[in-house]
């Protein structure tokens, strides 16, 4: 899932920031804080784009997968298999230490946990309504329009005015081909993906590994909770849904979200960011291989629209940050 927003461009090594922060060093290749990070996928620079591109594969499938589940445990009952799931695998695969950790780290852990259920609820209320990569694609603005507020770049307003032209043409002139209330979840969706994307990164400089997803998932899960049983009950025990649940929980939560918070580490940012802005494709393929929703042109050039000014708005703050460290070089 996800468009990084980002001030400017950094070295290998500097983590997304949101719009309020500058970018700040965290650990390096293969290393997480404290030198516990995972050394086994770092040492060659393609690396983080391979993490990056699996968790996009992953997850757009994962959401696939978890449509069809959706007549069993309804919308709300398939977020919380998948947050309940996700959260019970990294809790015992991380093992999160507890203690140590301020006020300020815990808010952040709270923060992602709320972002992720609210991301995750809100995408797959669109999901039941519209088709995957019409969802999102439109939940796909949220970070590309915080991408492009926090550059405060004049050149980027062109972006994004392609990004908007795209989303109209795939609403036909109007949302009326599509569910408007699917449309509008998709939309509130983006919003909480971009929350996601601020908070992963500064949980990933605060906690070593993937501990801090860890219990951000498992604060997620218990927020998800009460919504899933009381849609879905006794269905969400039934062992067929769980052993479906887990399979979404894998595909959609633990392998994407660990890779996502791995390569934040590792990955520039606007690369990072040229990355995601894919997820409207695969999730437009995964969505014909395995849901049978076939794209009509117009809904294939609006998609291709999106990409195109994701990734317009990312190549120009790179640009701009290469200008300005060119500069600095010659001031020093």
Same mark, same amino acid.
Not at 43 to 63: D, E, I, K, N
Not at 221 to 238: D, F, R, T
Not at 270 to 282: K, Q, R, V
């Given at each position: 899932?996800?468009? #990084? ?24 290749? &293969? ?23 699996? &968790? ?42 507890? *203690? &140590?950790?301020?006020?300020?780290? !815990? ?10 259920? /609210? %991301? ?12 995957? =990569? ?24 062109? !972006? $994004?005015?392609?990004? +908007? ?6 609403? =036909? &002139? ?6 408007? +209330? @699917?449309?509008?979840?998709? +939309? ?17 400089? *605060? ?37 479906? /649940?887990?399979?979404?929980?894998? %595909? ?8 996502? +918070? ?13 990355? %995601? ?18 794209? #009509? ?14 990734? @317009? $708005? ?14 600095? @070089?010659?001031?020093?």
């Amino acid at each position: 899932m996800d468009i #990084s927003p980002v001030k400017e461009a950094g070295p290998v090594g500097t983590a997304v920031v949101g719009p309020e922060s500058p970018a700040a060093p965290v650990a390096p290749v &293969g290393g997480a804080p404290g030198g516990r990070g995972p050394k086994g996928l770092a040492g060659h620079r393609f690396g983080p784009v391979a993490l990056v591109v699996t &968790g996009g594969l992953s997850v757009q499938f994962g959401s696939a997968l978890a449509v069809l589940l959706m007549p069993r445990a309804g919308a709300l009952g398939v977020v919380t298999l998948r947050l309940v799931l996700a959260a019970a695998v990294l809790l015992i695969v991380c093992r999160p230490k507890v *203690r &140590g950790y301020g006020r300020a780290d !815990w808010g952040t852990i709270v923060a992602f946990g709320a972002a992720m259920a /609210g %991301m995750n609820i809100l995408f797959y209320q669109a999901a039941d309504r519209i088709p995957l =990569g019409a969802a999102v694609t439109l939940e796909v603005l949220g970070p590309l329009i915080l991408s492009v507020v926090a550059s405060r770049r004049l050149m980027n307003l062109l !972006w $994004a005015g392609l990004a +908007l032209g795209g989303v109209v043409l795939l609403s =036909g &002139g109007g949302f009326d081909r599509l569910d408007p +209330l @699917g449309a509008a979840f998709a +939309l509130a969706a983006g919003a909480m993906w971009a929350t996601y994307i601020v908070f992963s990164a500064r949980t990933g400089r *605060r906690f070593p590994q993937a501990d801090g997803l860890a219990l951000a998932m498992a604060f997620g899960a218990v927020l998800s909770l009460p919504l899933g049983i009381a849609e879905a009950g006794g269905k969400l025990l039934v062992p067929s849904t769980i052993g479906l /649940g887990l399979a979404v929980a894998l %595909m959609s939560s633990v392998l994407p979200y660990t890779l996502e +918070l791995l390569a934040l580490r590792r990955l520039p940012a606007p690369t990072f960011a040229i990355l %995601m802005s894919l997820e409207p494709a695969i999730a437009a393929t995964a969505g014909f291989l395995i849901l049978s929703q076939a794209l #009509s042109l117009t809904d294939a050039l609006a998609i291709a629209l999106v990409i195109a000014a994701s990734m @317009g $708005a990312v190549r120009t703050q790179v640009r701009a940050a290469a200008r300005e460290r060119d500069r600095a @070089g010659v001031a020093g």
